[in-house]
């Protein structure tokens, strides 16, 4: 088997199955790619060079024995560095857990593991999933491999820059308020945000608990679902997961059919604000869809305006409380202590010093919002918006199947372009956000590049909790027939490091 | 001139309560006695070396989560049952945030305006002039939340955080699950304050006991009280009020409220102003120190626990647990005081030393209940009192009991030598039978050597003997009195007097 690093995940795990290839060579192709690309891409953190190698050779010896391993076995994964992986450097992109190294796997990388799925590092990501560039990333920004000097969407920068560089066919991301689907847009790639509690949170250091959700992504639509259910399900571990089967998402990703689903265009999602670009692959995928037999229908979501306005506080106030940990005494790093001071100028010397200016941004409007005096009209206000974006949703769901809307309202912006706006920054999550607040699922899948500037868009698909096999059976859909029209996936047309 | 902190010279307790009017509050943590912590699997023993007993989840590492231990939740909603509470249909956890360095997370999960239990009451009864009295003490809440580490604060003089030259911290305790109980405030007791607080606090621990949800060992901190308390002049609006941690036992119960009856009352007699503020019992002097000012109250940016989901009781579940209630010690003592035919001002008595199970369980081992009562609540309340301790810590069980009534029934001890195996057996000076051979304990019977005794006490006292001799037979205690001394009081007193009047010839009148 040639070009091993090119393969989609199905297409090495059968090989490998078969013997065709040892998971040895294949790990081993994908440690060379990381070693030739990664100084430009800056996808990982680290790279578990010894571990990956050790995983690979364990999966070669028990096929040689005859062994049935599960569908994924022996091919390669980046890990966002946000999930704790036991005695490897965890930092969530963050200076001030510097050194650190968890004693404990997170759920996710236990079930990876007892997949046989071959961890090869943790990736890159902004400081505590707080972003949407990587550019907040204590260690330097991730690259998009479509233009180096562009961004690769954030907070998962770097797991779906490792995608779109062939640095592996697998990633895990954790998505909040896009972090997930909106990378994958900016890089050409699929990534799932699964229902809230379908994957376990156990193990991934909280951003904002209500809205966290780790989830697969890959550059197929068949090789997410295939990561998906490797790593969903139950967790007794996690009192947010849902004690409940994995929806069937490899058998729709599968079956691939619209033909007579209802799919509703948010009409709040799209048209001023947009890109050309954008906008226009948008609507010819729906055009695509419409072909394939769906049946296209407009819907409102009115509340949808105030997601952004509701996230922005409930984020930062749960973000406040989970990252109060990291006060220097117990891991991680520790500024100032010089034998005189008081704990509490130890604690305070030591946020100062390894948090970054995103993080204690939104570390001060939580700490605000949930004040005395304020509570109730941020937090418990933004509590009622959340409420009423649930019911826009189920409201619509009682009349389509799945909603979509762009990913993202542009295509890669530039490396430094909107550091310094942070509203302009967070537009970027617009139509990724109000999933989040609703618990729902979503996918974000590359439907063509933006004619004016040649880069990837990312289309969004929706579905109500629990009903995740919805995405995939649209998503593959969509994506067979784009991959016919254009006889390759679009991430081949990516340039060449 | 004024002072805000207080005075040296306290106010006396009676002149405190003549112009003011107390009204206290009382806040109870309890430790669930619970196998294993709120949040994991860790183990809740005491004692262990520390950081022996932690994981991910209680040393709150990045990325852990807790799970609800579901005793733990059954435990509060009996306690709420027991304390005549409603059970909330729905309730949830919420984050108490603030930065210590005990706490792993730097926030505390507890409840905040949804608890678990609220609005019920415990009945107390007091002893006052007019008879027993029952005073209903209400019940704001009980909630569910977690203890924090334990931190030892070396060097500096005080013990305390600030002046140490370095602190340690051990996480064994952190995450174990603890209950906060909250009275209303209670009003109206006026003199009788300290013992309705010390009678709450006895009749908490002895539900809790029934309950069997805790060891509520207050000497080890299973069970911890914060007294809040205020003085209002009758007719004003209330006070302002000091909360006094640190208040360990039943007697710094009463004692804490005493003396902060007496130090606001001083301090307003003065015109001073009472301070909100934290005050640290301490049970040496008996009196309390200013800690932190609560004047600008902390801002603990309370919301509900994202990583819990709320806790929504089945109603069957709670009739189930409401139906396996025990016997509680109220009802209990409505029982008992039929079974050993005491005056209820008996019973509280008792109950108020916290001899009630002591002596039941020393009348299940055979002892009568006439004896049990005698040597719990005389002898041994005596000696706990004078060194300010609880009946229980004393090294003295039921079974020592019995051996020793067994021992005078069969003539080898008698009261006054009894008293001295229970000095030896608090002493630590090994078993009954060890202390009575140690210490040469044995009543006298040989009648040789009392007559011999006798004898010399006669010869002694020529007067007494002519005395009794001639029929005077109320001297003879002289002389029983000095056989007992010559004796060292391990002889039998009836037996020496009868043996005397045989000698003389004398007839008992």
Request: glycine fraction near 10%; charge should be negative; charged fraction near 25%.
């Amino acid at each position: 088997m040639s070009d091993l690093i090119r393969q989609p995940a199905a297409v090495l795990a059968a090989a490998i199955a078969s013997r065709e290839v040892t998971a040895v060579e294949v790990t081993q192709a994908h440690l060379d790619r990381i070693t030739t690309v990664d100084e430009q891409v800056h996808a990982f953190l680290h790279v578990t060079t010894e571990s990956a190698l050790a995983q690979a050779r364990s999966v070669d010896l028990r096929i040689a024995a005859g062994e049935q391993l599960g569908p994924l076995a022996g091919v390669p994964l980046a890990l966002k560095d946000v999930l704790a992986m036991k005695g490897e450097p965890t930092t969530a992109g963050s200076r001030i857990l510097e050194g650190w190294r968890p004693p404990y796997d997170s759920t996710v990388v236990e079930r990876l593991r007892a997949a046989d799925i071959v961890i090869l590092g943790k990736t890159n990501m902004d400081e505590f999933a707080m972003g949407s560039s990587t550019e907040h990333s204590a260690y330097g920004p991730t690259h998009n491999p479509w233009d180096l000097d562009r961004i690769p969407g954030g907070s998962g920068g770097g797991s779906a820059a490792a995608l779109a560089a062939f640095e592996a066919p697998l990633a895990i991301g954790t998505d909040t308020g896009g972090s997930i689907r909106q990378p994958a847009s900016v890089t050409g790639t699929v990534g799932v945000k699964p229902t809230y509690g379908g994957v376990s949170r156990y193990g991934q250091i909280a951003l904002a608990s209500s809205l966290d959700q780790p989830g697969p992504c890959a550059r197929t639509v068949l090789d997410t679902a295939l990561l998906h259910a490797a790593i969903g399900g139950h967790d007794p571990m996690d009192s947010t997961s849902i004690d409940a089967p994995v929806p069937g998402v490899v058998e729709a990703a599968r079956r691939a059919d619209v033909q007579g689903m209802r799919i509703g265009v948010v009409k709040e999602l799209g048209g001023d604000g947009y890109q050309a670009g954008v906008a226009q692959r948008y609507a010819e995928a729906l055009e695509v869809l419409q072909g394939l037999g769906a049946e296209i229908v407009e819907v409102s979501c009115p509340h949808m305006e105030y997601a952004l306005g509701a996230y922005y506080l409930i984020l930062p106030s749960e973000a406040s409380s989970n990252l109060a940990r990291f006060d220097g005494m117990r891991y991680g790093l520790r500024a100032g202590d010089d034998g005189q001071r008081s704990v509490e100028q130890v604690m305070s010397i030591t946020r100062e010093a390894g948090f970054g200016s995103e993080v204690k941004r939104r570390i001060i409007l939580g700490t605000y919002a949930l004040s005395s005096g304020y509570y109730d009209a941020y937090y418990a206000q933004a509590q009622r918006i959340r409420t009423l974006i649930t019911r826009d949703f189920d409201a619509a769901f009682a009349k389509v199947d799945v909603l979509v809307s762009p990913t993202a309202p542009t295509t890669a912006f530039r490396l430094g372009e909107k550091l310094d706006d942070p509203i302009a920054m967070y537009l970027n999550d617009v139509a990724t956000i109000p999933v989040n607040l609703a618990g729902i699922c979503a996918m974000s899948l590359p439907v063509g590049l933006a004619p004016e500037d040649g880069l990837p868009v990312g289309f969004q698909i929706m579905a109500p909790a629990m009903a995740d096999e919805r995405l995939y059976l649209a998503g593959a859909a969509l994506e067979a027939a784009l991959v016919d029209e254009w006889g390759h996936h679009l991430i081949e047309e990516a340039p060449a490091l | 001139m004024t002072t805000t902190a207080g005075t040296d010279v306290y106010l006396p307790f009676e002149d405190a309560i003549e112009r003011y009017e107390p009204i206290f509050g009382i806040e109870t943590h309890v430790e669930l006695g619970t196998r294993s912590k709120m949040w994991c699997g860790c183990s809740t023993a005491f004692g262990a070396e520390a950081n022996t007993h932690v994981c991910p989840v209680c040393l709150g590492l990045p990325g852990s989560m807790p799970v609800v231990n579901r005793t733990a939740v059954e435990s509060t909603i009996r306690i709420g049952l027991a304390l005549n509470c409603t059970i909330a249909d729905w309730c949830r956890f919420a984050r108490k945030n603030y930065f210590y360095p005990d706490m792993p997370k730097d926030y505390q999960i507890s409840q905040y305006d949804e608890p678990l239990c609220f609005d019920g009451y415990l009945d107390v009864t007091v002893a006052t002039e007019d008879g027993p009295t029952v005073v209903r003490v209400e019940i704001e809440r009980v909630h569910m939340e977690e203890d924090t580490g334990k931190l030892t604060h070396a060097g500096g003089s005080t013990g305390r955080i600030h002046g140490a030259d370095y602190s340690l911290v051990d996480y064994n305790r952190a995450g174990i699950p603890l209950i906060e109980i909250v009275t209303k405030p209670v009003l109206g007791t006026g003199a009788l304050a300290p013992e309705v607080a010390r009678a709450y606090v006895s009749e908490l621990r002895d539900v809790m006991r029934a309950l069997g949800v805790s060891d509520v060992r207050m000497e080890e901190g299973s069970m911890r009280c914060d007294v809040n308390l205020s003085l209002n002049r009758p007719g004003d609006g209330w006070g302002t009020r000091s909360e006094t941690k640190n208040v360990n036992s039943l007697r710094s119960v009463e004692r804490a409220v005493r003396s902060e009856i007496q130090r606001q009352a001083s301090v307003l007699d003065s015109g001073g102003r009472v301070v909100q503020e934290t005050r640290h019992f301490n049970e040496d002097t008996g009196r309390s120190t200013s800690g932190r000012s609560k004047e600008q109250a902390e801002d603990y940016r309370y919301f509900p626990e994202p990583d819990l989901m709320p806790v929504a009781p089945d109603r069957e579940w709670v009739e189930q647990l409401r139906a396996g209630l025990p016997e509680l010690p109220s009802v209990k003592r409505a029982r008992l005081m039929g079974e050993w035919q005491i005056s209820e001002f008996e019973l509280q008595t008792l109950a108020n030393a916290g001899a009630i199970d002591l002596v039941e369980a020393t009348i299940a081992i055979g002892v009568e209940p006439s004896a049990a009562r005698k040597w719990w609540t005389g002898e041994l309340l005596r000696v706990a009192n004078d060194r300010g301790l609880e009946l229980e810590s004393l090294k003295v069980t039921p079974a020592d009991i019995k051996h020793v009534e067994q021992l005078i029934a069969g003539g080898a001890l008698n009261d006054k030598l009894a008293r001295q195996v229970f000095e030896g057996l608090i002493a630590g000076e090994g078993a009954v039978d060890e202390i009575v051979a140690k210490r040469g304990l044995a009543v006298v019977s040989d009648d040789g050597a009392l007559l011999a005794a006798i004898d010399e006490a006669l010869a002694a006292q020529p007067d007494v003997a002519e005395k009794i001799r001639s029929g005077k037979v109320q001297a003879a205690g002289a002389i029983v009195g000095a056989v007992m001394k010559a004796t060292r009081g391990q002889a039998d007193a009836a037996k020496v007097r009868s043996l005397l009047l045989e000698r003389l010839g004398v007839d008992e009148q």
